[in-house]
């Protein structure tokens, strides 16, 4: 009897599965606890939640949450080390790691302790549980073993990992048919974006669920058929969750709800209803939360910043009134910052800031632009140069949304930067850019689906490597 071995078939999703896994898990183990960008804030956020404290705890003109004694020991501990070196970006050469502190090393080979006392997060309190469902589920599961914390944060991670691993795997899937489904894979893979995915973070899931929603637009755009059941699954997931996560991104996901009618055609009401459902539920539920969460803005009022006051109202008021003086603002901040946003959106890793060398920044960028021009087989996949302007019209209102809100609650009244926005913020927005782009420019990339999986996964791969080694060298 003679058995047959079929091939395996390297389709995309199960290329990115395979790279992001690798390259995830080595992110997971190699960053020390609570040494992810913000991770400590976010895991005392999740932990809070797990907890069942959803809304934030108010304490005088403080908001936080009451969390385990030790778990803020060892965020204070973790910090001390960053004292001497942020926010200097390292280099691979100059790092002063935690690895030989005893009492950090303590710390994270301790259970979480059951002594409670309040903390203030107030920066994390602005998010819902969709942020963090991941990590709630799993210190909901293995909470109860009482395991070290760096094994609950190890753990958390890992679940987030792959929570991220199989959004981008939907996205990849209802892009089969055209491929556009590489630039969702390129940047999926850049190693900023597969480290957030692999430590404690907001962005992991709304970076996700962004490339879904990306993904799901161009589906409803270019394919014009009926949305499968799982698909219609995942368009009303995403339009209720990114606004959720965070309300600046909501542009991102609105045009879901104005898809060509046929999209919505298993959907059994008439085409209208679906679109004001998809409108609700996006504007409701972020409104919701930006109600719930908007008491932690007061906390900011008393804030001063590069000497001026923080004062929402007078922010937009200034904006307002005196719309010119705002867009140049916006100008000299993009001016003074437009390099390190460049870089930071494809490789600024950890709490130590490893900056990723500029040749990989290169390359990086260089995978993303040939995805975007790279040709469809079929020209019935191609799209009016209209839809192209609109997809950077999204980008560009989007960006605007995200330096405004930062603008608005976080910096002085008339201060003359925007302060605090980082190129990662951005991750979500470049699909939207580069499709735009590509789109337009009269140029075509021709290369056979064989020839495409060997581009783009030695391309992401190479990028990463460089990653994994600057990171470790950096942080050890």
Same mark, same amino acid.
């Given at each position: 009897m003679k058995i047959k071995i079929q091939?395996?078939?390297?389709?995309?999703? +199960? !290329?990115?599965?395979?790279?992001?896994?690798c390259f995830g898990i080595y992110f997971v183990f190699a960053t020390p606890t609570f040494w992810g960008i913000d991770e400590s804030t976010h895991f005392l956020r999740a932990y809070q939640i797990s907890e069942g404290e959803i809304k934030p705890v108010q304490i005088g003109n403080t908001f936080g949450g009451i969390v385990p004694v030790n778990l803020q020991t060892l965020r204070l501990r973790s910090g001390h080390d960053l004292g001497f070196v942020f926010p200097i970006a390292q280099t691979v050469t100059v790092r002063d790691d935690f690895k030989h502190?005893? !009492?950090?090393?303590?710390?994270? #080979?301790?259970?979480?302790?059951?002594?409670?006392?309040? +903390?203030?997060?107030?920066? =994390?309190?602005?998010?819902s549980?969709? &942020?963090?469902?991941?990590?709630?589920?799993?210190?909901?599961l293995i909470g109860w073993m009482h395991p070290s914390i760096r094994l609950l944060v190890d753990a958390c991670r890992i679940a987030s990992l792959l929570v991220y691993i199989g959004i981008i795997v939907l996205a990849l899937r209802v892009l089969a048919f055209t491929r556009i489904k590489w630039l969702v894979?390129?940047? @999926?893979?850049?190693?900023?974006?597969?480290?957030?995915?692999?430590?404690?973070?907001?962005? *992991?899931?709304?970076?996700?669920?962004?490339?879904?929603?990306?993904?799901?637009? !161009?589906?409803?755009?270019?394919?014009?058929?009926?949305?499968?059941?799982?698909?219609? $699954?995942a368009l009303l997931i995403a339009a209720a969750s990114v606004p959720a996560i965070k309300s600046n991104y909501l542009l991102l996901v609105l045009p879901l709800a104005f898809l060509p009618g046929i999209n919505y055609r298993r959907i059994k009401i008439p085409t209208w209803s679906v679109r004001v459902i998809i409108v609700l539920a996006t504007i409701a539920l972020g409104a919701l939360w930006l109600h719930v969460s908007g008491r932690v803005a007061h906390e900011?009022?008393? $804030?001063?910043?590069? %000497?001026?006051?923080? #004062?929402?109202? &007078?922010?937009?008021?200034?904006? =307002?009134?005196?719309?010119?003086?705002?867009? #140049?603002?916006?100008?000299? *901040?993009?001016?003074?910052?437009?390099?390190n946003y460049?870089?930071? $959106?494809?490789?600024?890793?950890?709490?130590?800031?490893?900056?990723?060398?500029? *040749?990989?920044?290169? +390359?990086?960028?260089?995978?993303?632009?040939?995805?975007?021009?790279?040709?469809?087989?079929?020209?019935?996949y191609n799209i009016s140069n209209k839809l192209a302007w609109a997809s950077i019209g999204? @980008? =560009?209102?989007?960006?605007? %949304?995200?330096?405004?809100?930062?603008? !608005?609650?976080?910096? %002085?009244?008339?201060?003359?930067?925007?302060?605090?926005?980082?190129?990662?913020?951005?991750?979500?927005?470049?699909a939207f850019v580069f499709y735009g782009v590509g789109?337009?420019?009269?140029?075509?990339?021709?290369?056979?689906?064989?020839? $495409? *999986? =060997?581009?783009?996964? &030695?391309?992401?791969?190479?990028?990463?490597?460089? @990653?994994a080694v600057y990171y470790g060298l950096a942080t050890y």
């Open positions: 091939r395996i078939s390297w389709s995309p999703e +199960i !290329v990115f599965a395979i790279l992001a896994l502190d005893p !009492v950090y090393q303590k710390l994270t #080979n301790q259970p979480v302790s059951k002594k409670k006392s309040f +903390i203030d997060i107030s920066s =994390a309190e602005i998010y549980p969709l &942020a963090y469902l991941p990590s709630v589920v799993t210190i909901r894979f390129c940047i @999926a893979l850049l190693p900023m974006t597969l480290y957030q995915a692999s430590i404690i973070t907001a962005d *992991t899931n709304l970076n996700a669920l962004c490339l879904l929603s990306f993904a799901l637009i !161009v589906r409803g755009y270019m394919k014009r058929s009926p949305l499968k059941k799982w698909e219609l $699954a900011l009022e008393e $804030a001063v910043v590069s %000497g001026h006051p923080v #004062n929402a109202r &007078a922010q937009l008021h200034f904006i =307002a009134h005196k719309p010119f003086s705002y867009l #140049n603002i916006l100008d000299n *901040t993009f001016m003074l910052n437009q390099s460049y870089i930071q $959106a494809v490789g600024f890793l950890g709490w130590n800031y490893v900056e990723m060398p500029l *040749t990989t920044v290169i +390359i990086s960028y260089l995978l993303l632009f040939m995805a975007s021009i790279f040709k469809d087989n079929q020209s019935k999204i @980008a =560009a209102l989007a960006i605007l %949304g995200i330096m405004t809100a930062f603008y !608005v609650g976080y910096d %002085g009244v008339y201060t003359p930067y925007i302060l605090g926005v980082q190129g990662r913020y951005f991750i979500p927005i470049l789109k337009l420019l009269p140029v075509r990339l021709t290369l056979s689906d064989r020839q $495409a *999986t =060997a581009l783009f996964a &030695a391309g992401s791969s190479l990028c990463l490597v460089v @990653a």
